[in-house]
T-cell receptor, first 111, second 111 residues
Framework: SQTIHQWPATLVQPVGSPLSLECTVE??????LYWYRQAAGRGLQLLFY??????ISSEVPQNLSASRPQDRQFILSSKKLLLSDSGFYLC??????????FGPGTRLTVT | GENVEQHPSTLSVQEGDSAVIKCTYS??????FPWYKQELGKRPQLIID?????GEKKDQRIAVTLNKTAKHFSLHITETQPEDSAVYFC??????????FGTGTRLKVLA
């Protein structure tokens, strides 16, 4: 079965600072990978998804970017954080029958 | 565009009663409908799913029904318990890479 790792678990960053969140997946090869953001008390907003190395699709134009340098590694970045970037960032992958599984998440607070 | 509407946004039931959450989807190509449970501060967890070739699926106290003609599907929880209290999300997928999530239902089971 697949295991998703995310770090850090929590992060407090000032406005204007850079961001790098990492997600790695074990137990599968060539997975579909996703980044979601969940604002406090809200639903799941799809930010990026990737079907292979170097293949990134953006769902929401904003100050975030994603990269997939290795098959099972997905990175979310920002050059300058905004207050509105605060939230719970979830990495996800899909199983063999399209079921989607989430990682433990990173809780980001921008101050 | 593609959309999944979820109702109600909040639901309070007495312990032991049943709870029903409903979702409506717009994409006729959707063929996979998962339900997720998210406890406070944690990741969404897949609890049950249904595919378009099935009208109903049951797993102990939870069941999901699908009406393809009307484009809606529902989650049924019977004999609710306090530990069922959480936010529940429905989603639809056409078997491609994207999931469309509903906005969530906050279920409170009152002891």
């Amino acid at each position: 079965s697949q295991t998703i790792h995310q770090w850090p678990a929590t992060l407090v960053q000032p406005v204007g600072s850079p961001l790098s969140l990492e997600c790695t997946v074990e137990g599968t090869s060539n997975p579909n990978l996703y980044w979601y953001r969940q604002a406090a008390g809200r639903g799941l907003q799809l930010l990026f998804y990737s079907v292979g190395i170097g293949q990134i699709s953006s769902e929401v134009p904003q100050n975030l970017s994603a990269s997939r340098p290795q098959d099972r590694q997905f990175i979310l970045s920002s050059k300058k954080l905004l207050l509105s970037d605060s939230g719970f960032y979830l990495c996800a992958t899909t199983g063999g029958d399209y079921e989607q599984y989430f990682g433990p998440g990173t809780r980001l607070t921008v101050t | 565009g593609e959309n999944v509407e979820q109702h109600p946004s909040t639901l309070s039931v007495q312990e032991g009663d049943s709870a029903v959450i409903k979702c409506t989807y717009s994409d006729s190509a959707s063929n996979y409908f998962p339900w997720y449970k998210q406890e406070l501060g944690k990741r969404p967890q897949l609890i049950i799913d249904i595919r378009s070739n099935v009208g109903e699926k049951k797993d102990q106290r939870i069941a999901v029904t699908l009406n393809k003609t009307a484009k809606h599907f529902s989650l049924h929880i019977t004999e609710t318990q306090p530990e069922d209290s959480a936010v529940y999300f429905c989603a639809g997928s056409s078997g491609t890479y994207k999931y469309i999530f509903g906005t969530g239902t906050r279920l409170k089971v009152l002891a």
